[in-house]
């Protein structure tokens, strides 16, 4: 994603902007405000892309570790499990993405203490970051009480299963009109579908987040009878 970035950067305003017409500074990127707001600040005062990679590290790091400390009960194998399954792919690549999981896991902090103005506040700096992250308004109102091992399982499974059979869920929501949503998710597949992209389903990297997950399930259920 190095390229694309480089090239938001060129085409990112002087901050400036912001204040004499807004509407044309956000429209400026058809990007996410956060991209826009933070690669403007740096080409106004220090006008170098490495600062925003730095920026989108501090964020997404920090707000990871943050909340895996809130979250885990066991920090150093919780931070060994960020580190071989999506740290490399999104902290390294996806910046935006990466930074969105961080505030997305400081709101999920959040549900069992039934906190609902700080759970939204973090998904709204989520939604930010990354639209995608508006699936997490409802969460809130799920059940805090433990979910029994085999639903994992199939939250696991299932879209495992439905990419092999060839299901896209893309090609489904592409027929609602969701706004700046839906003009992502036709962008995305029009670059997926010009560069050839396909995903491997059975990669090093999907096969041994599967497994993981599956064993941490399975001590989990164990640790749970004990």
């Known amino acids: 994603d190095n390229n694309s ?11 400036n902007l912001l204040f004499i017409d807004y509407k044309s500074f956000f429209k400026s990127i058809p990007i996410e405000p956060s991209l826009i707001i933070i690669f403007s600040l740096v080409k106004t005062f220090f006008d170098d892309f490495q600062y925003c990679l730095l920026i989108y590290s501090l964020i997404s790091v920090t707000t990871k570790f ?4 809130k979250l885990s009960n066991n920090v150093f194998y919780s931070v060994l499990l960020l580190f071989v399954s999506s740290f490399l792919l999104q902290d390294m690549t996806q910046i935006r993405a990466a930074a969105a999981v961080g505030f997305l896991l400081l709101a999920i902090s959040e549900i069992p203490t039934r906190n609902m103005f700080r759970y939204y506040f973090f998904v709204l700096f989520a939604v ?10 409802p969460f ?8 029994a ?7 696991i499974l299932v879209p495992f299963v439905l990419a092999i059979v060839g299901f896209e ?6 027929q609602f009109d969701l706004g700046i949503i839906s003009e992502k998710i036709k962008h995305y597949s029009a670059y997926n579908k010009d560069m050839g992209l396909v995903v491997n389903k059975f990669s090093f990297n999907v096969m041994v987040q599967l497994i993981t997950s599956i064993f941490f399930l399975i001590l989990m259920k164990f640790n749970n009878t004990d």
Do not use: G
């Not at 930010?128 to 308004?137: A, K, M, N, P």
């Open 66 to 69: 943050v909340a895996i400390n």
């Open 149 to 155: 091992s085999i639903k994992y399982l199939l939250v």
């Open 169 to 174: 869920a893309t090609a489904l929501l592409n």
């Open 128 to 137: 930010l970051f990354h639209y995608s992250s508006i699936v997490f308004i």
């Open 5 to 15: 970035y480089l090239n938001f950067y060129k085409d990112a305003p002087k901050l």
């Open 140 to 147: 809130y109102f799920f059940s805090t009480k433990s979910i």
